[in-house]
Nanobody
Framework: QVQLVESGGGLVQAGGSLRLSCAASGRTISTYAMGWFRQSPGKEREFVAAINWYAPHTVYADSVKGRFTISRDNAKNTIYLQMNSLKLEGTAVYYC?????????????????WGQGTQVTVSS
């Protein structure tokens, strides 16, 4: 069992920045991939970014490349999402996810555990 808790969401103006955190606990010894997804009302949960827990490799959705950065702190069992140059379409609930392999990391079914999400609202 793995528990994930997101934090850092809030209200920001377009063009601003926000940093999200996801703390993992429980049985994390088999963790290979950690990812961020987001979901807006009426839309499917979409991939944002993923990071390999051991290798220096990351993957980003085209919509956030150059603006968002995913990182990790293995000692703290925590991943982060630094969001810069936020756009109105960035408004969503952001979810952290954990998986036991690093293959098709942009797919939701690659992850076995999910956090409850943290709300990010971007205003004009």
């Amino acid at each position: 069992q793995v528990q994930l808790v997101e934090s850092g969401g809030g209200l920001v103006q377009a063009g601003g920045s926000l940093r999200l955190s996801c703390a993992a606990s429980g049985r994390t010894i088999s963790t290979y991939a950690m990812g961020w997804f987001r979901q807006s009302p009426g839309k499917e949960r979409e991939f944002v970014a993923a990071i390999n827990w051991y290798a220096p490799h990351t993957v980003y959705a085209d919509s956030v490349k150059g603006r968002f950065t995913i990182s990790r702190d293995n000692a703290k069992n925590t991943i982060y999402l630094q969001m810069n140059s936020l756009k109105l379409e960035g408004t969503a609930v952001y979810y952290c996810a954990e998986g036991t392999r690093y293959k098709q990391v942009a797919r939701r079914n690659e992850y076995g555990y999910w956090g409850q999400g943290t709300q990010v609202t971007v205003s004009s």
